[in-house]
């Protein structure tokens, strides 16, 4: 059995296991001269950890309220997001790259978020009823 600890003040609200190679990320929240900060970590396996937005000294601003992972076409894990301003967010893993880049936003609220490899589209479901598709090349 292993324990990771995350730094001091640190409280993990969300966690995924990426389906191709088992990356443990978790999305945390803590607060820092009194603002409340949001973070992302990546882990192996093993507990390592590989990525930190804090230690790249990425900026997350807003709450994560929906993400999901995927696997692409060549083995690669990506996870897809949309923050409570309903921006939509698209990341490699193991780089936490474009995590300042939405590629789509809306004025709904969004309840949930996917997306379909084989088509290339981001689902995004809204509370309104809608489920937007939004064609997306990675």
């Known amino acids: 059995i292993k324990c990771v600890n995350l730094k001091t003040g640190r409280r ?10 088992g990356f443990v990320v978790v999305y945390e929240t803590f607060i820092q ?6 973070a992302i970590e990546v882990f192996s ?9 804090t230690n790249q000294q990425i900026q997350i601003p807003q709450a994560i309220k929906s993400w999901s992972a995927f696997r692409d076409n060549k083995g690669f894990d990506y996870v897809i997001m949309a923050n409570d301003k309903n ?7 193991f780089y936490l790259n ?9 004025q709904s609220n969004i309840t949930a978020i996917s ?11 809204t509370t309104n009823g809608d489920i937007i598709f939004v064609p997306f090349r990675l």
């Open 12 to 21: 993990p609200s969300s966690l995924l296991i990426t389906p191709a190679w």
């Open 33 to 38: 001269d009194g603002k409340l900060l949001h």
């Open 45 to 53: 396996i093993n507990g390592e950890l590989i990525r930190s937005t």
């Open 87 to 93: 921006e939509c967010f698209l990341t490699e893993v």
């Open 98 to 106: 474009n995590l300042d880049q939405p590629f789509f936003a809306t």
């Open 115 to 125: 997306f379909l490899t084989d088509e290339s589209v981001a689902l995004v479901a």
